[in-house]
């Protein structure tokens, strides 16, 4: 063999050897690709995994969610915050106004809810704001029952303090005779101004024009319509409840009769001077428990003569 075919064959060889090499380098350099390629994305979804800020499309959805959720929990706690201060002023203006003048207590609250029950239902890992509205939710829905039942024991107090200030007797059982009143004889002891001697006088006198209509001061039923030609000659009695009752002695004529219920002001018959009298007048009386009182002390004086009239009136229209 010749040198120069020697060479030749070497410079194939080589010639080969360096295309078998840059096939192999092709290939790795396209391995490497791959292989950055790989990593590049295993990377990519390393860092959407484990990085907090990075938002794939359902997460941002989610985010998006919770923070609709999270405004509809401040929306309903600022509600929470209107109906607690609501149902305050209500608590303040029954304990400390109606219960106050009604001489009860203020109402206790409630014994409040505790977080207890919800923890023991659903775990520890309840979310707090939740648990939060939970227990609010549960400490005003039992401070508004309780309220409830005391705004209906005041409700009934109102009543009763009503019906007693319809029925006590508080007006004078005539009108004024020119602007005032002439009482002739007061309640208590006195010299008695038919027989002499010591007396006592269960009553007042209130004299008046024989005629003048008489009026009975609270509301009541009568009791005693009589007339006699001794005693108190002409008389009404009326039962007003709560241990209250009037006597109206010596009317000339009774507009009443026995068991009829009267309203303050109605007309029960008219001054006169029947019975043991010296002239005309009314003799009125007001027994509380059976005990005699001084009437001076159940009749608003300060009453005008129009104040009056407004309750003749207002009484006569209702019917
Ligand atoms: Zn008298």
């Given at each position: 063999m010749g040198k120069g075919k020697i060479i030749g064959r070497i410079r194939e060889f080589i010639k080969a050897e360096l295309n078998e090499l840059s096939r192999e380098a092709i290939l790795l350099r396209s391995g490497i690709v791959l292989a950055v390629s790989v990593l590049v994305a295993v990377a990519f979804v390393l860092y959407s995994v484990l990085n907090p800020k990075f938002e794939m499309p359902k997460t941002a959805a989610l985010r998006a969610e919770n923070s609709r959720w999270k405004t509809r929990m401040e929306m309903l706690g600022y509600k929470l915050d209107q109906c607690e201060e609501m149902l305050q002023a209500v608590e303040d203006r029954n304990n400390w106004v109606y219960r106050e003048m009604f001489g009860l207590g203020a109402v206790n609250d409630p014994v409040p809810v505790t977080e207890i029950k919800y923890i023991a239902r659903y775990?520890?890992?309840?979310?707090p704001d939740l648990l939060e509205t939970l227990v609010r939710i549960d400490n005003l829905s039992a401070r508004v029952v309780s309220q409830s039942k005391a705004l209906d024991q005041s409700a009934l107090f109102a009543r009763r303090v009503e019906a007693l200030a319809t029925s006590i007797p508080s007006i004078p059982p005539v009108l004024p005779r020119k602007g005032s009143y002439h009482i002739s004889s007061f309640f208590g002891s006195r010299e008695d101004p038919v027989y002499g001697g010591r007396s006592f006088h269960r009553g007042i006198d209130i004299s008046a024009k024989s005629g003048t209509p008489v009026y009975a001061t609270g509301e009541g039923t009568v009791t005693i319509a009589e007339r006699q030609r001794?005693?108190?000659?002409n008389m009404v009695m009326i039962d007003h409840g709560y241990g209250y009752k009037t006597r109206y002695a010596?009317?000339?004529?009774?507009a009443v009769e026995r068991g009829q219920h009267v309203r303050r002001g109605d007309l029960v018959g008219r001054v006169g001077r029947t019975g043991k009298a010296t002239g005309p007048h009314l003799h009125y009386e007001v027994s509380q428990k059976g005990r005699q009182v001084n009437p001076m002390n159940f009749m608003?004086?300060?009453?005008?003569i129009e104040d009056y009239r407004e309750i003749l009136s207002a009484h006569r229209t209702e019917k």
């Open positions: 775990g520890e890992n309840l979310d001794s005693g108190y000659g010596h009317l000339k004529d009774i608003d004086f300060s009453m005008s």
